[in-house]
């Protein structure tokens, strides 16, 4: 059953008859006034929904509730005071750190400073961290390496990382809400699964299918690649595989090609 915070509008009929069968059905009510919410500037905060198919509710009565505004909704949490500071201080990525912190409160995840940076928390769990560079401002999940990469966004730490993975950004225009909040629920559904990267796993190399052909195709590539250290390969592998299509799996080793035959991994210049 569902938590359900609900809006009364102010004079309108059948409030009462609403709530007692939303109770009946068995779910939490939590009353609050509508007009209040409805000037509130936090409103917006809301991540909500109206719960017209999932309440057992007679016919007649689902207008009635959609006028009343039924909404189902986890509030955000509340942010914290070291975080705040650190917000406040920033120099670089202020507004860019600020959008991606309200999505990922909005999400539910506890909101901490670690390492000096804002750390999100899950059952006490590091989800994700907001990571400012020079060049991007990044959310970097913990466990990204778990993540099915549906937008083919992520990116590798480093040649080295075989758990964590990123999203990069040079612009708030780049933070999609639904995009970046689609990474977290998923982030948080590997905690509550309890998945654990096995990294003895990841340690033994799997090509892609495309980059496998391409060797077939040419051998000096392919004498290059296996030339790299482990690090360098994994952290190829990785941005390959990554890519949710075949095409942009073949773009992407197309436009690596030139550093693999240079002997450089992905982040050398």
């Not at 109206?50 to 009565?61: G, K, L, S």
Request: glycine fraction near 6%.
């Amino acid at each position: 059953m569902a938590h359900i915070i609900f809006y009364e509008k102010p004079r309108c009929l059948g409030n009462a008859r609403q709530r007692a069968l939303l109770e009946a059905a068995g779910h939490d009510l939590d009353v609050r006034d509508l007009s209040a919410v409805v000037r509130s500037p936090k409103c917006s905060s809301l991540r909500s929904k109206v719960t017209r198919r999932e309440c057992a509710c007679p016919r007649p009565y689902r207008w009635v509730m959609l006028r009343a505004r039924v909404v189902e909704s986890w509030p955000m949490t509340a942010p914290n005071p070291k975080v705040d500071a650190f917000v406040s201080r920033a120099k670089r990525w202020q507004s860019e750190i600020q959008k991606l912190r309200e999505i990922l409160l909005a999400c539910g995840l506890d909101e901490e400073l670690k390492w000096g940076k804002p750390c999100f928390v899950f059952e006490g769990t590091n989800v994700a961290i907001i990571q400012p560079f020079k060049g991007h401002c990044s959310l970097m999940f913990f466990k990204g390496a778990l993540l099915e990469d549906k937008h083919g966004l992520l990116k590798t730490q480093g040649e080295h990382t075989q758990s964590a993975l990123r999203l990069e950004f040079t612009s708030e225009a780049q933070i999609k809400k639904a995009v970046v909040k689609a990474y977290v629920k998923a982030a948080i559904a590997v905690e509550r699964a309890g998945l654990e990267v096995d990294f003895k796993a990841r340690r033994e190399l799997e090509l892609p299918e495309e980059l496998t052909q391409i060797f077939g195709k040419d051998r000096k590539l392919a004498t290059a690649f296996h030339a790299l250290t482990p690090g360098r390969q994994r952290g190829y592998v990785m941005h390959f595989s990554a890519a949710k299509q075949s095409k942009t799996r073949i773009a992407r080793i197309e436009k690596c090609a030139p550093k693999i035959l240079a002997g450089k991994g992905m982040n050398d210049h």
